[in-house]
């Protein structure tokens, strides 16, 4: 199929583009960028006024499956995605059972082949069924095409062994995922360590819990020479630490979420398990350092860790609910609504965090980039659009989320993946 974008202004940082430009895609492919394309296409697009920019890329989702499918699956997970103009996603590996062999691996790939609309990079798991004791089997997840390992929900708390695992990653040219969470330090805890815990009765997180890990995991990737990739960065300390990493010449990434560069702890206004996520929402102080990180481009991307629950698992009350929020929905219309409005970042920036740089910490050549022999995916977003955010549209099964009922500017319209039309707002 030929498919013709006219009239968008492109926006691509891999080449520095920022101009009124049509996109022809034929097959998978983009095939040309250039002024008034004239060709007889199978279908236009008149993207006028729009931004066309790389599909998205969120290098943080669950998408529950298998196992876990009465919260998500590959289908609506990958639904979600591409309404939010997610083009890839990298799924974490804490399923049931938790994906920590080669056969694992394939199988959630091989089924997202058919079952979702967006592609799907299933990691693997630092350590057997998350469990901290011996090693998963990380050369042959590897080799079955994971690009990288993680035990996201929690910390391995053995630094030796975690430290091993990370050679074998490094071995394999594989990406650690790091979820940073000392579990010695949380004693129960569920929201920030503050005022507003105190309040609502709830038992306080210190960025202790945070930092203490952060620094643990750069000191372990300098030693190994590893790619470390930090997820959810919650905290000011965390910004510093990485920046200084990477003053010293370590390999380490960062990722920070809409929700905690927008909401405060002091955001938590009553007993709403919406609220709860982990980690938890921090200060104003931490949220004003992962602005300032994404700006200068110390955090390198943008992601949601989209984890999706039932209903019954969030109107429990905070202390009982699980964590985690939504986020692939709302994520491109918070950021530009938050971040690119306020001149936070530009358009370019955006596209930046969110398509090309986790491109390249993944070592996707192909994607990430609007340009002749780039494979087609594409979003096309309105910046003009406004609207409120209503967890009753969603197409995730989870509806959990703190921003019900926010006005936001900015929409995905159209959502393109390997040149076929997967979304397209009504």
């Not at 994971?146 to 996201?152: K, P, Q, R, V």
């Not at 209903?311 to 969030?314: D, I, N, R, T, Y």
């Given at each position: 199929m030929s498919l013709l974008i006219k009239n968008g202004k492109v926006i691509n940082p891999a080449t520095n583009t920022e101009d009124i430009l049509d996109v022809l895609l034929e097959g998978e492919k983009v095939v040309a960028v250039a002024k008034n394309?004239?060709?007889?296409?199978?279908?236009?697009?008149d993207a006028s006024d729009c931004y066309v920019m790389p599909g998205f890329i969120d290098l943080h989702v669950h998408f529950r499956d298998p196992g876990l499918t009465y919260k998500e699956d590959l289908r609506t997970g990958g639904m979600a995605a591409v309404k939010g103009g997610v083009t890839t996603v990298v799924a974490m590996p804490n399923t049931k059972p938790v994906i920590d062999t080669r056969e694992k691996v394939e199988a959630v790939n091989a089924r997202a082949l058919s079952e979702s609309p967006t592609k799907v990079i299933q990691l693997g798991a630092v350590t057997k069924g998350q469990e901290g004791k011996e090693l998963s089997e990380i050369a042959a997840m590897g080799s079955a095409g994971?690009?990288?390992?993680?035990?996201?929900?929690?910390?391995v708390m053995d630094s030796g062994l975690y430290k091993e695992g990370m050679k074998v990653a490094a071995a394999n040219d594989l990406v650690v995922f790091a979820h940073c969470e000392d579990i010695n330090l949380v004693k129960g805890g569920v929201a920030n360590a503050d005022e507003n815990a105190k309040r609502l009765g709830l038992k306080g997180i210190t960025n202790s819990v945070e930092d203490v890990i952060v620094a643990r995991d750069i000191i372990l990737a300098g030693e190994v020479k590893g790619k470390l990739h930090l997820c959810h960065c919650s905290t000011k300390d965390s910004v510093r630490m990485v920046k200084e990493a990477k003053e010293a010449g370590i390999r380490v990434t960062a990722e920070v979420c809409p929700h905690h560069f927008i909401l405060t702890t002091d955001d938590i206004k009553e007993d709403d398990g919406n609220f709860k996520m982990n980690p938890p929402l921090r200060t104003k102080a931490d949220v004003l350092a992962l602005r300032e990180g994404l700006k200068s481009g110390v955090i390198d991307a943008i992601a949601t860790d989209h984890a999706p629950h039932s209903?019954?698992?969030?109107k429990v009350g905070f202390a009982k609910a699980a964590f985690g929020i939504v986020g692939l929905e709302t994520s491109a219309?918070?950021?530009?609504?938050?971040?690119?409005l306020p001149g936070v970042l530009s358009i370019m920036q955006m596209a930046e965090r969110m398509s090309v740089t986790p491109a390249k910490i993944l070592g996707l050549s192909d994607r990430g980039n609007i340009a002749p022999g780039m494979n087609g995916d594409v979003v096309i977003f309105d910046p003009e659009k406004e609207g409120v955010i209503d967890k009753n549209n969603f197409v995730s099964k989870g509806k959990n989320t703190p921003f019900d009922g926010r006005k936001v500017k900015g929409e995905v319209r159209v959502t393109i993946v390997d040149g076929n039309v997967v979304y397209e707002r009504e």
């Open positions: 394309i004239e060709t007889e296409a199978e279908r236009v697009i994971c690009f990288g390992i993680s035990e996201d929900g929690k910390s209903e019954e698992e969030k219309a918070l950021t530009y609504t938050e971040l690119v």
